[in-house]
C-alpha cells in the first residue's frame, strides 16, 4: 500500500527558506506514471495547491508561489521536497505532499500533512 | 483562477439520513475534472470521487458524485458514524488547479 510522509522543522523563522521532505513508501516515484505534488492548508483557509513534478522531471508550479519554491526529487532515496523561499507568517499552515494523476490534481494518497509555523 | 464555493458551510444530521454537498464554479469546469476529498481530523486527506463522479478505489456506494459544467453535487447516502467530517471540491481542469472552502456534515 502506498504511503507518504512529511517531515521537516516545525518552526521556521521570518524570511527564512522551509524545507520540506515526503518519503514515499509502498512503490517507487520514479517511472511511476504519476505525479506528486505539495499542497497546503493554512489555518482558517482553503486548501491550496503548491507545485508538483512529472516522474520524467517535469515541473509544475502555482502562479502564486513560483518565485519562491523549487520541488525536487530524490530517486534514490524515494523521497522529493519542497522548498519555499523568504517565508512570513502567511505561509503558516499544515503542509501536505500527495501523489497526483494529474498536475494539479486529483491528489490520492496524500500524507497526513505537517504543520510548519513561521514566526521568531 | 476557477473559485468554488461549497454550501452549505455545515450541514447538521443524523445517522442513516442524506447529505447533499453542493460544489459551484465560477466558471465551467474542463472536463469535468472536480474531485471530492474527506478530511478526519488527524488524518490524511482521502480522495472519494475524481472525474466528478467516479469513485475511488475503495470509497462505499453510498457516496455519489454528480454535476457538469458549473454545478456539481455529493451526495452521502444513509450517514454512517464515520462519514462525519469536512468534505472539499477540487477542480483540476484549469491552472491552477483550485479548493473550495469545505463544507462541515456534523452529527
Known amino acids: 500500500q502506498l504511503q507518504l510522509q512529511e517531515s521537516g522543522p516545525n518552526l521556521v523563522q521570518p524570511s527564512e527558506t522551509l524545507s520540506l521532505t515526503c518519503t514515499v513508501s509502498?512503490?517507487?516515484?520514479?517511472?511511476?506514471?504519476?505525479?506528486w505534488g505539495w499542497l497546503r492548508q493554512p489555518p482558517g483557509k482553503p486548501l491550496e495547491w503548491i507545485a508538483s513534478?512529472?516522474?520524467?522531471?517535469?515541473?509544475y508550479y502555482s502562479p502564486s508561489l513560483r518565485s519562491r519554491a523549487n520541488i525536487y526529487l530524490d530517486s534514490f532515496q524515494n523521497e522529493f521536497s519542497l522548498t519555499l523561499r523568504s517565508v512570513s507568517a502567511a505561509d503558516t499552515a499544515v503542509y501536505y505532499c500527495?501523489?497526483?494523476?494529474?498536475?494539479?490534481?486529483?491528489?490520492?494518497?496524500w500524507g497526513q500533512g505537517t504543520l510548519v509555523t513561521v514566526s521568531s | 483562477e476557477v473559485v468554488l464555493t461549497q454550501s452549505p458551510g455545515t450541514l447538521s444530521l443524523s445517522p442513516g439520513e442524506r447529505a447533499t454537498l453542493s460544489c459551484r464554479a465560477s466558471q465551467s469546469i474542463t472536463n469535468n475534472f472536480l474531485a471530492w476529498y474527506q478530511m478526519r481530523p488527524g488524518q490524511a486527506p482521502s480522495l472519494l470521487i475524481s472525474g466528478a463522479s467516479t469513485r475511488a478505489a475503495g470509497v462505499p456506494a453510498r457516496f455519489t458524485g454528480r454535476g457538469s459544467g458549473t454545478d456539481f453535487t455529493l451526495t452521502i447516502n444513509r450517514l454512517e458514524p464515520e462519514d462525519f467530517a469536512l468534505y472539499y471540491c477540487q477542480q483540476y481542469g484549469s491552472s491552477p488547479g483550485t479548493f473550495g472552502q469545505g463544507t462541515k456534515v456534523e452529527i
Open positions: 500527495a501523489r497526483g494523476y494529474y498536475a494539479e490534481g486529483w491528489f490520492g494518497p
Open positions: 509502498g512503490g517507487y516515484i520514479s517511472n511511476s506514471g504519476f505525479y
Open positions: 513534478f512529472y516522474y520524467t522531471g517535469n515541473t
